[in-house]
């Protein structure tokens, strides 16, 4: 099985043009990358019970996904698809994981997985927050500059992770 959609490059195909921002929105375009995990495949080694195989694959939700039109140009494409990557990189960290996860039988693996992944999706959270704040939505250029370095570098070590963004 598989981390699905890792390397998936955004278009704005993928965003709902708009023609201004809703009210609650302070920026000029929303993605919503989402992750799922499904068809695991265990076996029982000894005393536990281990996952030898899972989906893990990350796709949007369209409905979520929006561009003011005067404002779709490259730089914003490539802020929206640091989201993107900030959530694969989540994904890919979050797959491994799981791969290493055993537990005694089904219903306390099923608990373990479930902590990892609130985890790993509170984590995911709070660096995407941070990656919004520190470019200012993408207007700060210096900074959206070294995020773009960084996300790419992690994105591109096969051991990178979440804690070796800025």
């Known amino acids: 099985m598989a981390l699905n959609n890792f ?7 993928d ?7 809703p009210d609650f929105a302070d920026e000029y375009a929303q993605i919503h990358p989402d ?3 499904t068809n695991f495949q265990l076996t ?3 005393r536990a019970l281990n996952i030898t195989s899972v989906d893990v694959t990350i796709r949007l ?7 003011v039109s005067a404002h779709q140009n490259a ?5 929206e698809q640091g989201h993107y990557d900030i959530l694969a990189i989540s994904a890919r960290e979050f797959y491994n994981r799981l791969m290493s996860l055993s537990a005694a039988n089904s219903d306390a693996l099923q608990v373990r997985v479930n902590a990892l992944f609130q985890q790993f999706q509170q984590t995911a959270n709070d660096v995407d927050d941070r990656y919004d704040t520190l470019t200012n939505h993408s207007i700060n250029v210096s900074v959206q500059q070294t995020w773009d370095q960084r996300i790419a570098a992690v994105k591109a070590n096969p051991r990178g992770t979440l804690r070796d963004l800025p």
């Open 15 to 21: 965003f709902r043009s708009v023609s201004i921002a």
């Open 44 to 46: 029982r080694n000894r």
């Open 75 to 79: 730089d914003l494409l490539k802020h």
């Open 61 to 67: 939700i369209p409905e979520d996904c929006w561009a």
């Open 35 to 37: 992750l799922t995990f």
């Open 7 to 13: 390397n998936y490059q955004l278009t704005w195909s």
